[in-house]
């Protein structure tokens, strides 16, 4: 499995969730379910920090970046898993699910602009120099994100788990014996 490093205090494994080789080589990209909300809420966890840090007197704006950026690295970690299995079967013809993600990727377009400028607008100098901004955009922004993790988590994941996009439950450990028996 590969892993992703987020932070100098260790590492985590967003992308490597359900990447197990299968027999004939090939990954296998069965995502869990349980993982995909886990990361969402440690994703909130790290925005109600943020929060609570943007205001004006609570954090210097070097801590309050550096966990912008701990946020912004993990959720595009996050995003990049999501891809594999949200998008994987775009070509075919829309089924209700395609439907679906098509749907919530319109109602959510904006808001992934929205996080980019957000991020590229907030330098160390900047939140310094305008906390109050800087702390009234950060409510704003942290409140859309955790609003679309629980459309995630509430909407699309149970979707993608119907489709058999994602797993309820870890995908048994390769067998270590041979695939057939020579006598």
Known sequence: MAFVPITNAGSISFASIGREMSPDGKINLMHQIASLIEDHDLMEALADRLIAMARPGQGEAAQCHALLTDLAQRHAAHQAVEMEFLRVDRCRPASPFDREVALFEAQFGTLDESWSDYLGRWSVNRIAAERLAFCSETMDMMTALKLR???????????????????????????????????
């Open 149 to 183: 993790f629980a459309c995630e988590n509430e909407l699309l994941y149970p979707l993608a788990l119907e489709a058999g996009r994602i797993a309820s439950t870890p995908a048994p450990p390769p067998s270590s014996l041979p695939r057939s028996l020579q006598l």
